[in-house]
């Protein structure tokens, strides 16, 4: 049906002005997002379709998007902002998990990630970024490596950072068979960073290595970082 042969009072963005969003069913809402329809199908016939086909919202939101553009009457605009929705969602989400519970503190960082770190027999490098509060907003495995270390760049990290729009960051590394001492490695790539991301409005606020042993921080040992 199109949606101009629906009563104005039930078509979705009528209804969502006059009722609240969370009076329309989830087809409602994913045709607000697509917008508009293509010739013969209307964008509630195209929200329809989709959750015929994938069932849940959960099973649509991990859909590649060049799947998903290749649905009948999505654009590849359409599929993005599909998809751009489905991310905010998961980014809020991971807000709310996270960012009440793990501070910007070396001490609750290491209680936080070592169950795992601890498990793995490869060097693992994380990034945590924090906003203004100092609460965490972001957690990525950023580098795999081999049980010696891994290569990291600069560029990489700046990027990530721009990405989400984080005030403060972290970096944590395991030593899977190595001392809880950085290595010289260790200690370059920790200066290479600071340096290289300085003029940037984010502050390298530490960075700690993981072992057996218990947590370095290179804050808390004085290297380059003011306690």
Partial sequence: MKIKEIPRQARPREKAILFG??????????????????????????????????????????????ELKSMKGLSSVKALNLLATFTLY????????????????????????????LKSDRERLYILLFNRRKKLIQEDEFYIGTKDGFEVNEEDIARRIYQIGAKYFVLVHNHPEGSLEPSDGDIFTTLSIKRKLEHLPIQFYD???????GYYSFREHGHFFSK
Avoid: F, M, Q, W
């Fill in 21 to 66: 969003l969370d009076k329309l069913d989830n087809s409602e809402l994913l045709a607000i997002i697509i917008g508009s329809g293509t010739k013969g199908h209307s964008c509630l016939e195209i929200a329809h379709a989709l959750l015929a086909r994938y069932v849940s919202l959960d099973s649509l939101s991990k859909i590649p998007y060049d």
């Fill in 90 to 117: 998961k980014r809020i989400e991971e807000e709310k998990k996270s960012g009440d519970v793990l501070a910007l503190d070396a001490s609750s960082i290491y209680d936080h990630l070592a169950p795992s770190l």
């Fill in 207 to 213: 960075h700690l290595i993981i072992t057996h042993e």
